[in-house]
């Protein structure tokens, strides 16, 4: 051989190959250009490929085909890394007359619908290490379409396909792992290439998955698969793949729809997360689905432990996010039944954060406002809330306690609550002076606009009954407590005469209700005499509400 007409060619830096550059120039127009600019030089040549694809294996496939004129055994084994070998040679034309390489696979490529279902996998294993190169042929997409026809057709039919003809349309599926009592059962039939697909890389995944949702396969099915392949991929994943494989599943539940996902295993994904650098539109997504949902969350999914937890103990902050995404648009878009199952829940956690040391009064109120005030029914257990918080935050000023009690609606505290804060030494006196106000306005409703019912043996016996009775409770008593508990500065005493004002002026409504008691009676005897007990009761109509 003519020492001009050598080629050494470096593949990787795995392997040095010396080939006749005539020969390979013939079927390769990247080297015929090599070739052709070295003509007439008297020392050898030599080339370096640092990305060839395949590695020194695949070359040497090439160079088989070179040398033995432009024939090579296709198979689904070597498809994928001789299509892109082919093409990175650029060996789409032959000078010998035989069809060139690309050619070749392309036509092989048409044959994919007879591959069993195991040499499908191994030419998705192959182009997974070709990638992104491979996505530029046609050898990607259609084995991806020819597995996921595969997947659709034999979950649609009753059993798993037979394996007793491998060859007629290729549907051998590996159903000879799995024992015949499981493939009887439809979970079985539906998640039976659950374990096959675990092996791709989550770009394939990703393909594979936006591929079955446009066939409208089930939205559930491919959730299960998902979960299934992350929890079978993270035990021998790096850090970096398993941020690949979280960022992935996310992606592709969030584009399921977020009633297709269980909501625990949303907090599996969620646990695990937190520990790694994923990115933030992940994040972002993930705390959606988990908000979206939060009516269906329960106590233990939201004691998810702060990551700085120098500030606080629990991630309050996260779930803040989580009520934000809950009411969405506004929150007149979310049912009342769900929103107060949301407040029961947040009573809840509202308790068992209270405790914590490092939780600051504003980041207390902004769970307690979170939610609008008709979203419960009663106020006792933010009461409760509150009662812990400031019998562990000891330290806070008047002020500060005073900007917590802000989230209190004391018209909806019961009446055991309203006894229990008016003694209570923990609480700001201000709030205990609101607490009165908010029980006055109740007995000033009481009194303007009675309930016709409660009349029975006379216009105003059951009116004063009732004003009475929430007068002892609201006015007499109440009153008395605060006083002894206010101190002797000017602020505080002109509040007690303030107080002792209104219990003044809830003696003259007595007083007036009385004498309004007796002029009805004496009406009602001069105008029907002899049946003034039986008219007694359309008496009301008469009687001016106060």
């Known amino acids: 051989m003519d020492k001009y007409f050598e080629l050494q060619v470096d593949v990787n830096g795995e392997e040095i190959f010396i080939v006749d550059a005539r020969v390979v120039s013939s079927y390769s127009g990247r080297i015929k250009k090599l070739f052709v600019k070295s003509k007439g030089l008297s020392y050898q040549r030599k080339v370096i490929f640092h990305d060839f694809p395949g590695g020194a294996a695949n070359f040497e496939l090439i160079t088989r085909f070179c040398y033995n004129n432009g024939k090579v055994n296709i198979n689904p084994f070597n498809l994928s890394k001789l299509t892109c070998a082919a093409y990175f040679m650029e060996m789409n034309k032959s000078v010998t007359g035989a069809e060139n390489l690309c050619k070749q696979v392309e036509n092989s490529l048409e044959e994919i619908k007879y591959w069993t279902w195991s040499e499908l996998l191994v030419s998705l294993k192959q ?8 996505c530029s042929f046609g050898t990607l997409a259609k084995c991806l379409d020819c597995l996921v026809k595969r997947v659709t057709s034999s979950c649609e039919t009753s059993s798993c396909p037979s394996t007793s003809s491998p060859d ?42 936006k591929s079955l949702v446009s066939r409208n396969f089930d939205n559930g099915n491919i959730c299960r698969f998902l979960l299934f392949y992350q929890k079978s991929r993270f035990p021998s994943a790096s850090v970096d793949d ?20 269980p909501y625990k295993s949303l907090f599996g994904i969620l646990r695990v997360s937190v520990k790694m650098d994923v990115s ?52 007149c878009c979310v049912p009342l039944s769900r929103l107060k199952k949301v407040a029961s829940l947040m009573d809840l956690y509202l308790l068992e954060v209270a405790p914590d040391p490092y939780l ?9 406002n979170a939610l609008p005030d008709y ?11 509150l009662n812990l918080y400031f019998e562990v935050h000891s330290g806070l000023s008047e002020e500060q306690k005073m900007e917590v009690c802000f989230g209190l609606n004391y018209e909806k505290l019961s009446s055991e609550a309203f006894n229990h804060l008016s003694q209570n030494t923990k609480f700001p006196s201000k709030s205990a002076i609101h607490a009165l106000f908010s029980q006055q306005c109740k007995l000033k409703g009481l009194l303007q606009d009675p309930s016709p019912a409660t009349f029975t043996d006379s216009p105003c016996t059951s009116f004063e009954t009732s004003r ?79």
């Not at 182009?127 to 491979?134: D, H």
């Not at 009887?184 to 374990?195: A, P």
């Not at 979203?375 to 809330?385: K, M, Q």
């Open 360 to 368: 600051k009064p504003l980041k207390f109120l902004a769970l307690i």
């Open 127 to 134: 182009c997974q290490g070709l990638l992104p190169e491979i």
């Open 468 to 546: 009475k009775g929430v007068k002892d409770e609201c006015a007499d008593q109440q009153i008395v407590l605060y006083a002894k508990k206010l101190d002797s500065s000017d602020e505080n005493k002109k509040i007690k005469a303030h107080l002792q004002g209104m219990h003044w002026r809830v003696m003259e409504l007595e007083k007036d209700c009385r004498n309004m008691q007796i002029q009805m009676e004496q009406m009602v005897k001069s105008r029907f005499p002899s049946h003034a007990k039986a008219k007694a009761k359309s008496a009301p109509k008469l009687c001016p509400y106060y």
């Open 242 to 261: 398993k941020i690949k494989i979280i960022e992935m599943v996310v992606e592709m539940l969030y584009s399921l729809g977020t009633q297709s996902v």
């Open 280 to 331: 933030q539109c992940c994040r972002n997504k993930l705390e959606s689905m988990i908000g979206s949902r939060l009516d269906e969350a329960t106590l233990d999914n939201l004691l998810l432990r702060s990551p700085f937890q120098r500030n606080h103990l629990y991630d309050v902050n996260l779930v803040l996010k989580f009520l934000k995404y809950f009411l969405g648009k506004g929150v």
């Open 168 to 209: 007629s349309f290729g549907f051998r599926f590996s159903c000879d792992t799995r024992s015949t009592d499981g493939l009887k059962n439809k979970f079985s039939r539906d998640s039976w290439w659950f374990e096959d697909l675990v092996a791709l890389d989550t770009h394939l995944i990703e393909m594979i998955v």
């Open 375 to 385: 979203a419960r029914d009663s106020c006792d257990e933010i009461y409760h809330a």
